[in-house]
């Protein structure tokens, strides 16, 4: 697995802050486990990794041997055809799982990228396949990250498939309000942590269409926004526009 000289590994201390005493382990790979099986899974993450704004956690065609519980920061995966030409997959928060896709063929399908300084936990898959056979509930965890996956990547196909381009902004920022709220966020202010080109190649818009719509929703009073910094002012208003139930 290749990274940037700037990764820095760390290797956790015996009293160091894992799955049980994790403040996202109710929405991470423990979600729903008893505390005992919480502290089962201690187990497992042994290390973490720190990245920097731009630093790949790993590439497509790496070997899938670990998966990725973001702790902090945020990451989007893409994919590159044989010409170069980038397709942005997914936008990811704390407490979601990176790796996923990489597991039905043992490699890695996308590229991973942080936004932001990130730090990752490291959850070896040889570990988890020990682990799997003291705790039955971590193959349900697996399964529901899974379709948790699955569910993610039919979200995008219905933003860019059917969808007018107001539409799949609206619904962009609603189910990122969404998720933001889960993890305790505010759901009505946050800043865009990727840009606006970026939002773009994951829509299937291009750069002026995204930056005219920001405009035009901040013009009809539904958000305001200021560089990267957005809050938006009318959610029933954007989910009226946004014509679905998918956020």
């Not at 008893?34 to 070997?63: C, I, N, W, Y």
């Not at 505010?186 to 994951?202: A, K, V």
């Not at 954007?238 to 956020?247: I, P, Q």
Request: charged share 25%; net charge neutral.
């Amino acid at each position: 697995m290749r990274k940037p000289h700037s990764a820095r590994r760390i290797m956790l201390a015996l009293d160091a802050t894992r799955c049980s005493t994790c403040m996202l382990n109710t929405i991470c790979l423990p979600l729903g486990m008893s505390q005992h099986e919480v502290q089962k899974m201690d187990e497992l993450v042994e290390e973490r990794l720190r990245l920097p704004k731009g630093g790949t956690l790993f590439r497509e065609g790496d070997a899938a041997n670990a998966l990725y519980g973001i702790r902090s920061g945020s990451f989007k995966t893409q994919i590159e055809d044989a010409r170069g030409q980038v397709q942005i997959t997914g936008f990811l928060l704390p407490g979601e799982v990176l790796g996923m896709d990489g597991l039905m063929h043992d490699e890695q399908l996308s590229h991973a990228i942080a936004l932001e300084d990130s730090e990752v936990c490291i959850i070896r898959l040889d570990a988890m396949d020990r682990l799997a056979t003291q705790l039955p509930t971590l193959q349900r965890q697996l399964r529901r990250l899974m379709s948790k996956e699955i569910g993610r990547s039919h979200q995008m196909l219905l933003s860019i498939g059917g969808l007018r381009s107001e539409q799949r902004l609206a619904v962009f920022l609603l189910n990122l309000s969404q998720r933001l709220q889960n993890l305790g966020y505010s759901p009505h202010e946050f800043i865009l942590r990727m840009s606006r080109e970026e939002i773009g190649n994951y829509l299937g818009l291009t750069l002026e269409t995204v930056s005219r719509l920001f405009s035009r929703f901040a013009r009809e009073g539904l958000i305001r926004v200021q560089q990267r910094e957005v809050q938006i002012l009318d959610q029933q208003a954007l989910h009226a526009l946004s014509g679905t139930d998918a956020a």
